[in-house]
């Protein structure tokens, strides 16, 4: 089963290195395990017609998922002019499978196309009046902490503008390599991941902080792509981002009620299959699953209801002939919601095969293709299908809970014509569980930018009482 979704903190680490005139190196670990390394690079540059400057920055990632390999190898290049980012261009590579992403800037409107595998895709963002952006999180300067402006930076993977936020916290005595010296002190509040960056008085940095015990060093070429400093064996992410469980949840459960701290839960959803509420210092989280959905609702009623979600979207290429042809032919002359959502989702767990090695954001149509991949592969993929016989389908990401911890999962909601139904097409049940946990919800760049729970505790705080079904 594919338990997890990608941590989007490692794709953070591409493209958010500060650019210097001569190429610097970086080691990147993960709870005292080397994780990968990275260098980053600045120069003048005539490419597109006039001199610019041109910062560039590799991301190699080599770690485990759940036992199986996972490298990630990402280029990104920026080409820069004295008033602002004129192209980006982002380049992945993990599992055989290639992600490309071209932006172009222009004025208040970024022109983005995509490439997974064969197939394309065009969209064009405006960015919202009296805010700065910019392309480098990790190189921030004392002019950029007194601008008060709403600072936005350009997601290629999810195509998308993130919201952050910067501040500084003074002067802290660090350990480096050199011994103990004090250093500036910044925080980089963004909903994808939480970096804290340590620089000397010049801007150099440091040392660099992210979830989960993540560390990121100077460190010279050789010793950078050494992968066998650090501890012995390389970290497993399904591991390493795993959330234990004080307790036990039983999946068939009628509810479940736990007690969540040291995580703040005010932006996830709640309603439907999950209440969410403020206890003291922490999160009262009650998941009561619908197993009883509304089979009655007509097809064409629901997308009356919630037309918006019936659209395509980035990576939901719903509008193509050859979708909607597929989805017809699982569902049929079925026309009611649940029933037709049921036949996708059976077809989609029988069509994909695991492949925890890919670690780039794909397109329905690839993921068609290649019918391999993880959650989140099934995820974009049935939402593609169902939006193109008109069933509302948001995307869905959270937690699952697996062998005593949760871990990082995607699924789907239809709308049955009274409610948002939870589908996940990486399990033969037909509902989710009492061991599902939404965090994020919407389209790709509102679900697939969720946050990280990083140093949240759980604790299972009502009877496990079996759910015991009618007759």
Same mark, same amino acid.
């Given at each position: ?122 969209? @064009? ?267 509302? @389908?948001?995307?869905? @990401? ?27 097409? @990486? ?45």
């Amino acid at each position: 089963m594919m338990l997890r979704r990608f941590l989007p903190f490692l794709l953070l680490i591409a493209g958010a290195l500060p650019a210097h005139a001569e190429k610097e190196w970086f080691g990147i670990y993960l709870q005292g395990k080397k994780l990968g390394y990275s260098w980053s690079d600045s120069k003048k540059d005539s490419t597109l017609g006039k001199e610019l400057e041109l910062r560039e920055s590799a991301t190699i990632i080599q770690s485990e998922m759940m036992g199986n390999t996972l490298q990630i190898d990402v280029l990104t290049q920026t080409w820069v002019s004295p008033s602002g980012i004129v192209r980006s261009d982002y380049k992945s590579n993990s599992g055989g499978r290639i992600f490309n992403s071209r932006a172009d800037f222009q004025g208040e409107k970024i022109t983005v196309v995509t490439t997974t595998g064969s197939s394309e895709e065009k969209k @064009t963002l405006n960015i919202p009046k009296d805010v700065r952006l910019i392309d480098d999180t990790m190189a921030i300067s004392n002019d950029d902490l007194k601008d008060t402006r709403k600072t936005v930076v350009f997601d290629p993977t999810t195509v998308s503008l993130v919201e952050i936020k910067i501040s500084s916290e003074g002067k802290h005595k660090i350990e480096s390599r050199g011994g103990q010296v004090e250093a500036n002190k910044i925080v980089v509040d963004d909903p994808r991941a939480k970096m804290i960056l340590y620089v000397n008085d010049k801007g150099e940095m440091i040392r660099a902080e992210g979830p989960l015990g993540m560390t990121i060093i100077p460190e010279p070429e050789n010793v950078a792509k050494d992968m066998t400093t650090g501890s012995n064996n390389v970290p497993d992410l399904a591991a390493a981002s795993s959330i234990p469980v004080d307790g036990r949840i039983e999946y068939a459960a009628a509810k479940t009620e736990l007690e969540v701290t040291g995580v703040d839960l005010s932006k996830s959803p709640s309603g439907g299959h999950q209440k969410i509420e403020k206890s003291g210092d922490g999160w009262k989280v009650t998941i009561t699953p619908i197993r009883k959905a509304n089979t009655s609702t007509k097809i064409d009623v629901a997308a009356k209801q919630q037309p918006n979600w019936t659209e395509p979207d980035t990576r939901i290429p719903s509008d193509k002939g050859i979708f909607r042809l597929r989805a017809q032919q699982m569902i049929g002359s079925e026309t009611r919601v649940i029933p037709a959502a049921q036949k996708i989702r059976k077809e989609v767990l029988q069509r994909m095969r695991v492949n925890l090695g890919i670690g780039v954001m794909r397109d329905a149509s690839e993921i068609w293709d290649s019918s391999e991949g993880v959650c989140r592969d099934h995820a974009i993929l049935m939402a593609t299908l169902l939006r193109s016989v008109n069933i509302p @389908t948001k995307l869905v @990401t959270g937690l699952v809970y697996y062998q005593g911890s949760f871990l990082y999962h995607a699924w789907v909601e239809v709308w049955d014509g009274q409610q948002w139904v939870g589908l996940d097409s @990486t399990r033969p049940d037909d509902f989710l569980t009492a061991g599902h946990l939404k965090t994020a919800e919407g389209t790709v760049g509102q679900a697939m930018v969720g946050f990280l729970l990083d140093g949240a505790k759980v604790k299972v705080i009502s009877p496990d009482v079996p759910f015991l079904k009618a007759g």
